[in-house]
């Protein structure tokens, strides 16, 4: 196991592990509720990580994400859950609701 980032929130860390389990990758969000449980750090700030099963493809994973990162950015409003959605996504994270046509 290593890790692979910091995710701003958690939302972000749980969409990459996704992503990346979808290309291949036995990723996994760690720490997520750390700062809970701990009662010492706000919630806020204990930012949840982004870990790989398989250390020697850390390199493959972040050429992955950086390629998604710089894909044409979109920015649009869920219909289903009024969730502001930004980046290269086609669905909704909050509630995986497809985007909508007229998004760009
Ligand atoms: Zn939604």
Redesign the pocket.
């Known amino acids: 196991m290593k890790r692979l980032l910091q995710a701003p929130n958690l939302a972000l860390a749980t969409l990459w592990a996704d992503m990346l389990c979808g290309a291949g990758f036995a990723a996994s969000v760690q720490r997520a509720w750390a700062g809970s449980i701990a009662g010492e750090i706000p919630p806020d700030q204990a930012l949840p990580e982004v870990w790989l099963q398989d250390g020697n493809r850390c390199d493959e994973a972040r050429e992955l994400l950086n390629s998604w990162q710089s894909a044409p950015h979109r920015r649009w409003v ?6 502001l ?1 930004e980046g290269p996504f086609e669905q ?6 497809p985007m909508p046509l007229h998004a760009i």
């Open positions: 869920c219909s289903q859950c009024q969730e959605v909704c994270w909050n509630c995986n609701a």
